[in-house]
């Protein structure tokens, strides 16, 4: 935890917060904070700051706040992801946030389990904090949009497009051959697909929806190296 990321209940006045449960452990254990200490804080959706520790016991840590940066901005970015395996679910969901992905969508493929949907990895407040924890480890407060879309075909058809007007698609599939386009046009929407790849008929469907084609290589990587590897050669 890199920010002590503050929700809104936590304030007991525009300048104070009262903390319990997991930050509060994480603060007493990781970053062995004493009375007096500053601590790097932030509130969902607003501004980020310091936090000045002024009571620090068994249960209780009480900050005295001063906000006034603001949070780093987001990357251009729609990522859709098919769904990862629940036990990848959260690292992925968790690095999207991290790397200041502004748009995520979690999209079924044929290769996606059924039962992956009905994980409780797939439960929105899991989600909701597998995002929080990738803004506190990044330091920002501003969540990513995140929806779910369980059939393939009516997303692609109906919904791709708008997402892709005025900007770029790279599709990311291996054996393609694409190479990123020399001048990307902003935003940028990117397709990763499933553990085994986009089956050809997926991969048509959404080259016939305006994503380019783009090859990382012959190496066959996790998604959560891919999109680090794809957000970092983009941007």
């Not at 924890?133 to 779910?148: F, H, I, M, W, Y």
């Not at 008929?201 to 290589?217: C, F, I, N, R, T």
């Amino acid at each position: 935890m890199n920010l002590v990321l503050l929700l809104p209940e936590d304030l007991v006045a525009p300048d104070r917060a009262h903390l319990t449960g997991r930050r509060l452990e994480h603060v007493r254990e990781v970053h062995r904070a004493q009375v007096g200490d500053d601590l790097a804080v932030g509130l969902l959706g607003g501004a980020m700051g310091r936090g000045r520790v002024l009571r620090l016991e068994e249960g209780v840590l009480d900050l005295a706040l001063t906000l006034d940066l603001t949070p780093p901005p987001k990357l251009p970015l729609t990522l859709v992801l098919a769904v990862p395996r629940p036990k990848v679910l959260n690292r992925v969901v968790a690095a999207a946030a991290s790397l200041g992905v502004a748009r995520m969508v979690l999209l079924n493929a044929w290769k996606v389990e059924k039962a992956y949907w009905t994980s409780p990895k797939m439960r929105p407040e899991n989600l909701r904090d597998q995002l929080l924890l990738g803004l506190e480890q990044a330091k920002d407060t501003v969540l990513p949009e995140l929806r779910l879309a369980r059939l393939f075909r009516p997303f692609v058809e109906d919904e791709l497009p708008a997402l892709l007007a005025g900007g770029t698609g790279l599709l990311a599939h291996p054996g393609t051959g694409g190479t990123a386009p020399k001048a990307l046009a902003a935003p940028i929407t990117l397709a990763i697909g499933p553990e085994g790849g986009w089956i050809d008929a997926e991969v048509q469907s959404l080259l016939d929806a305006g994503l380019q084609p783009l090859d990382l290589g012959p190496r066959i990587l996790r998604t959560e190296t891919a999109l680090a590897t794809l957000v970092g050669r983009l941007f």
